[in-house]
């Protein structure tokens, strides 16, 4: 059997008719960069997410960019985040001339340690960007206490979280600003590159939408300096299409996940694997199902396993960000964060999409068992 980590032809196929009309209507329409479909998408997802603006933009790179310039950050500041994360949440830190500062993750969640976070402030910071790993909130109200204790806005990096909640409240609703992605595997995701900022407050909102063109408040007429990053039409008139699904797709995959995790549990396997940590006062929507597991050196012999029986993962992240060549400026070495470093050692993610099928997981869970008889 062939389980894919992830397979987006089964979406399409049954969106096919709803996703041509919708592109066909923004070709008809010739409205091809910030059309009426971005608009429109803007106050569905401004909705969504139970905040009061939504600014749309070229991609979830872009919106954390944007994010940081609307705050104000630049040389001499300081952004404290996590290091066990994709690269763009530190690499938009430091295209602002800012430098990353790291805290070390809840070796739970996989999401920033909030018990660190009040060291790691200094007299530069100018944000905490907290991440919402793998679809599941960070603990919002820890982090909240601390930067708003120390008078620096909270930028939400939910590019993995799009309907994911803390204790009730939606992912890109709590912070100063919240930051998206809809690449085309993410749970909402576009047939290209496509990204979007939230806020509750109007002058930012503003703000962001000047800095998306250019800076410009009108066409030729630049208040600052700001860059290309314009919605196209086509995608969000795709997202849009998709939208009204994704509930039940993130319901789709709580299912499946537990299903993961009941399978391991009975099949013995918590011996050697670790499943997904879910907190109860939030709303995991499982972009990714990621175990942990054990003996490290097995990690990627496992992975090497489940590849040759036709079962598709991927490591979420392999190299932590203080370790990344690019970053060797900041100073650190191997222990800094032993956290996120073990982390690297340790996870690996399992095939999760709505589609999965319950011969499928069993297929994934029997493989897995396999390598450990």
């Known amino acids: 059997m062939r389980v894919p980590l ?71 500041h300081e952004v404290v985040t996590t290091p066990f994360t994709f690269f763009a949440t530190a690499g938009a830190v430091a295209r602002t001339g800012a430098r990353p500062r790291f805290v070390d993750i809840d070796p739970r969640t996989c999401n920033i340690d909030p ?9 530069r910071t100018r944000a905490v960007m ?27 990096d939910a590019a993995q979280a799009v309907g994911a909640e803390d204790r ?8 100063a600003v919240g930051c998206f992605s809809f690449y085309p595997t993410k749970n909402l995701g576009a047939a290209g590159e496509a990204g979007l900022v939230t806020t509750n407050d ?35 008139a795709v997202l849009r299409v998709k939208l ?3 509930d039940a797709w993130s319901e789709a995959r709580r299912e499946r996940a537990d299903t993961y995790t009941r399978l391991l549990r009975e ?7 670790t499943p997904p940590f879910v907190r109860e006062d939030g709303r995991h929507i499982f972009h990714q199902y990621v175990v942990r ?38 100073g650190h070495r191997e222990g800094d964060f032993p956290e996120s470093e073990r982390a690297a050692r340790e996870t690996l993610a399992l095939p999760m999409y709505p589609e999965l099928t319950a011969d499928q997981q069993h297929y994934v869970v029997e493989t897995l068992r396999d390598f450990f008889s």
């Open 244 to 246: 009204p699904r994704l």
């Open 115 to 123: 018990a660190q976070l009040q060291d790691a402030l200094t007299e």
């Open 168 to 175: 009730g409240r939606r992912a890109g609703s709590l912070g």
């Open 6 to 76: 992830l397979d987006l032809k089964q979406q399409h196929e049954g969106l096919r008719d709803e996703l041509l009309a919708a592109v066909a209507r923004v070709l008809d329409s010739q409205q091809f960069i910030l059309g009426e479909d971005v608009r429109a998408l803007e106050e569905e997802l401004a909705g969504y997410c139970r905040a009061r603006f939504a600014v749309g933009c070229g991609s979830g790179s872009d919106a954390l960019l944007l994010a940081l310039l609307a705050l104000d950050v630049g040389a001499g």
């Open 130 to 156: 907290p991440v919402h790993l793998y679809g599941q909130c960070a603990a919002m109200d820890e982090v909240l206490s601390v930067a708003e204790g120390a008078g620096v806005p909270v930028i939400e």
């Open 267 to 273: 099949a013995g396997l918590e011996e050697f694997l």
């Open 293 to 330: 597991v054990h003996a490290p050196a097995s990690r990627d012999r496992l992975a090497e396993h489940l590849k040759a029986r036709g079962v598709g993962t991927k490591v979420y992240y392999p190299i932590p960000l203080h370790l990344q060549e690019c970053f060797k400026y900041l």
């Open 202 to 236: 109007e002058r930012l909102a503003g703000r962001l939408r000047r800095l998306r063109v250019h800076g410009g408040a009108t066409e030729y007429r630049h208040d600052e300096v700001g860059f290309n990053s314009r919605l196209d039409t086509i995608q969000a």
